[in-house]
Structures are given as C-alpha cells and as structure tokens.
C-alpha cells in the first residue's frame, strides 16, 4: 500500500519531470533521462578534458578505425544540459572523419537538442569545444606516431 509520502514524491516527480520536459524539448529531455553515450573510455585515441565558464567540465573520448570514428563517449560532471549536449555531440561523432567532426558545431548541437533553457546554451559550446580538442589531440599523436 502506497503511503502519503511516496504518493507526494510521485506526483512531485511527475511534475518536476514535465517542468523539465517543457524547459528543455523533447529531444534534450530524452538525453539527459537516459544518458546515451555517457561514459568513460579505455584507451581513447583522443580524449580532451573541458571546464566551462560556468564551472561544467565535459570529457570526450574518441575511438578512431581507420578515418572514421567508431566509438565516442562523453562524461560529465554539468547539469541536464551539459549531458543532453555531450551526449548529441558524440553521437553525430560516430561515423565521421576528422575533417567531417570539425562540422560538428555548437549551433548544430542546440538544433539537435531541440530545445534549451536559454541559460543554459553555454553548455552547446562546451561539447562542440571538448569534441574538437579531443580531435585536435587525435591528430597531434599522430602526427607525433609519424615522425
């Protein structure tokens, strides 16, 4: 039997989940629940570690095969944003050249997401920035392997 409490928390969940829906889009919304692509990496090919103005910090890990990016993950320690953004930004990653990540932009990433709190648009900026370094690291190892 459902005590007083649990019903109060259920529909207070139910409602802080719809707020939030509302604020973020249905896409945004749907990443941040379930945290796609969320994780840590061993032995990346390129990894870069961002913090953001805000104090966000946002890890990207890519995996390369060949000149395409088979596996990308992302971890962060942000809030509903910063995972819905990292989480869109190694997903387009996935299948991609070098040359085709760098299409990888913060506009792309909030278009994508379908929705942002407007306050929270920094945290587009903060993916697009930690996949390129992350890139730009793949490619300086590289570089280094071929000298």
């Not at 509302?22 to 945004?28: D, K, N, Q």
């Not at 090919?45 to 805000?54: E, F, N, P, Q, T």
């Not at 953004?85 to 299948?95: D, F, K, R």
């Not at 990888?104 to 390129?132: K, N, Q």
Request: proline share 3%; hydrophobic share 35%; with cysteine.
């Amino acid at each position: 039997m459902e005590s007083e409490l649990d019903a109060f928390v259920k529909e207070i969940t139910g409602e802080i989940l719809e707020e939030t829906k509302a604020a973020y889009g249905a896409e945004a919304f749907e990443r941040w629940k379930t945290r796609r692509f969320m994780g840590s990496m061993e032995n990346p090919d390129g990894y870069a570690v961002i913090r953001g103005g805000c104090g966000d910090s946002m890890t990207v890990y890519l995996g390369f095969e060949g000149e395409r990016v088979r596996r990308a993950s992302f971890m962060t320690d942000g809030c509903g944003s910063s995972v819905a953004c990292g989480s869109l930004a190694v997903e387009m990653a996935h299948g991609r050249t070098p040359d085709e990540l760098l299409d990888i932009t913060p506009d792309l990433i909030r278009e994508r997401a379908g929705g942002l709190p407007s306050e929270d648009d920094h945290c587009a900026d903060l993916a697009a920035a930690a996949l390129h370094e992350a890139l730009n690291r793949y490619m300086q190892s590289r570089v280094r392997r071929a000298r």
